[in-house]
């Protein structure tokens, strides 16, 4: 079966870096995907790795390691508004989203 | 990057009635869109996949004939959630994709029956 494993919630203080592990096992790879949702709302993209390696882009860095079926997503001088859940998914062979249940992410002053 | 936009933002209705979701993909043709729905605390759930001018592909345990789904030309599909009761409230969500891989979503819609 094709399953993404990610922990249910995390905490980390203002300011500081916090790391949301994602593992997955699916049919083909074609980019593993993270995205933020707060609550009540739609998610919003916020990387894309289909290459292995890290991707950064501002307080956000993404990680891809497909031999490991393994991704990070990094966030760094956390905010407030950082307070969200953190969705990895997969897309298969056949280009279908693979969701992770979410990591939810709680931010302390 | 591009705009997907999902109409209504929420919508209350009565048992028995049916109600219609738009999404648009307001600069790029979407040559595939996905239905998702999420219960509170949930992850996002397949609905169904549309490809323009086709029949929608419904996942396993949802129902065709109460979320009909149409895919009428690149830009826009509709969900519409026919004879609608209290258990089909949920959070519903669109996402587009275009001809590269990289898939974007609606602003969602938040379906209440009552």
């Known amino acids: 079966g094709q399953n993404i494993d990610q922990p249910t919630e995390m905490t980390a203080t203002e300011g500081a870096i916090v790391q949301i592990n994602c593992t997955y096992q699916?049919?083909?790879?074609?980019?593993l995907f993270w995205y933020q949702q707060h609550a009540g709302e739609a998610p919003t993209f916020l990387s894309y790795?289909?290459l292995d390696g890290l991707e950064e882009k501002g307080r956000f860095s993404s990680f891809l390691s497909r031999s490991k079926g393994y991704s990070y997503l990094l966030l760094k001088e956390l905010q407030m508004k950082d307070s969200a859940s953190y969705l990895c998914?997969?897309?298969?062979?056949?280009?279908?989203?693979?969701w992770g249940a979410g990591t939810k992410l709680i931010i302390k002053p | 990057g591009a705009v997907v936009s999902q109409h209504p933002s929420w919508v209350i209705c009565k048992s028995g009635t049916s109600v219609k979701i738009e999404c648009r993909s307001l600069?790029?043709?979407?040559?595939?869109m996905f239905w998702y729905r999420q219960f509170p605390k949930q992850s996002l759930m397949l609905m169904a996949t549309?490809?323009?001018?086709?029949?929608?592909?419904?996942e396993q345990g949802v129902e065709k004939d109460k979320f009909l789904i149409n895919h009428a030309s690149l830009t826009l599909s509709t969900l519409t959630v026919t004879s609608a009761h209290p258990e089909d409230s949920s959070f519903y969500i669109c996402?587009?994709?275009?001809?590269?891989?990289?898939?974007?979503f609606g602003q969602g819609t938040r379906l209440t029956v009552v």
């Open positions: 600069d790029f043709q979407a040559t595939t």
């Open positions: 549309s490809n323009e001018g086709s029949k929608a592909t419904y």
């Open positions: 998914a997969v897309m298969d062979s056949n280009y279908q989203l693979i």
């Open positions: 790795n289909v």
């Open positions: 996402s587009a994709r275009n001809s590269d891989t990289e898939a974007f």
């Open positions: 699916t049919s083909g790879f074609n980019g």
